[in-house]
């Protein structure tokens, strides 16, 4: 069984800090991890995917990610943030790919602050 | 341009109405995928269609239907027998060579 943990439901920075989401992942069989990003009332826009090429996994609009198997996690992180970062961040697992069942966290909020 | 369209974007329905939302998509992707998004609790499966004339249960299918006559069509019906229907309905699609879902703009229903 496959699952994710978004821990913070809300996160806020000022604009210009470093931007860290967590999320932690289950899953029985080396994962495919993703993290999405939302804009209100708009679809899911992939961020980027780790399919096991590489630990640290570069994404758009300046966001990276590191693979961290001994603590089953997959964080997402900017080094500096701007006012359009401002989204709902979703983290998401597969057993198997994006072409099966992806299993997604329950989000999280970034408020950026002038 | 390709991508996933869904209509309509605000959709509202009386209690005790069937009501279909429409997903297509020109990416000529093999699977396409039905999800229901409530605050706070992220993105549940309803409904996923690896092929055409085949679908399998999500999560949270009870209420819902679907078929997948078309590569490029998998509308969703909202039946009575939804309980709670009020919801943000997302559709997504992917092949096995990219791996990855991308999703439309999704459609908001409210029930009346």
């Known amino acids: 069984a496959q699952s994710v943990t978004q821990l913070g439901s809300h996160v806020s920075v000022s604009e210009g800090a470093l931007v860290l989401l967590r999320c932690n992942y289950s899953s029985s069989v080396p994962p495919y991890l993703f993290w999405y990003v939302q804009y209100p009332n708009q679809g899911l826009q992939l961020l980027l995917k780790y399919t096991s090429a590489a630990t640290l996994v570069k994404g758009i609009n300046g966001f990276e990610a590191e693979f961290k198997k001994s603590e089953t996690s997959f964080h997402l992180t900017k080094p500096s943030a701007h006012m359009s970062d401002a989204a709902e961040y979703f983290c998401a697992v597969s057993d198997s790919g994006g072409y099966q069942k992806v299993t997604f966290g329950t989000g999280t909020k970034l408020q950026v602050i002038p | 341009d390709g991508g996933i369209t869904q209509s309509p974007k605000y959709l509202f329905r009386k209690e005790g109405q069937n009501v279909t939302l429409s997903c297509e998509q020109n990416l000529n992707h093999d699977a396409m995928y039905w999800y229901r998004q409530d605050p706070g609790q992220g993105l549940r499966l309803i409904y996923y269609s690896q092929i055409v004339n085949d679908f399998q249960k999500g999560d949270i299918a009870e209420g819902y239907s679907v078929s997948r006559e078309k590569k490029e069509s998998f509308p969703l019906t909202v039946t009575s027998a939804q309980k709670n229907p009020t919801a943000f309905y997302l559709c997504?699609?992917?092949?096995?060579?990219?791996?990855?879902?991308?999703f439309g703009p999704g459609t908001r229903l409210t029930v009346l």
């Open positions: 997504a699609s992917s092949n096995r060579q990219i791996d990855t879902q991308y």
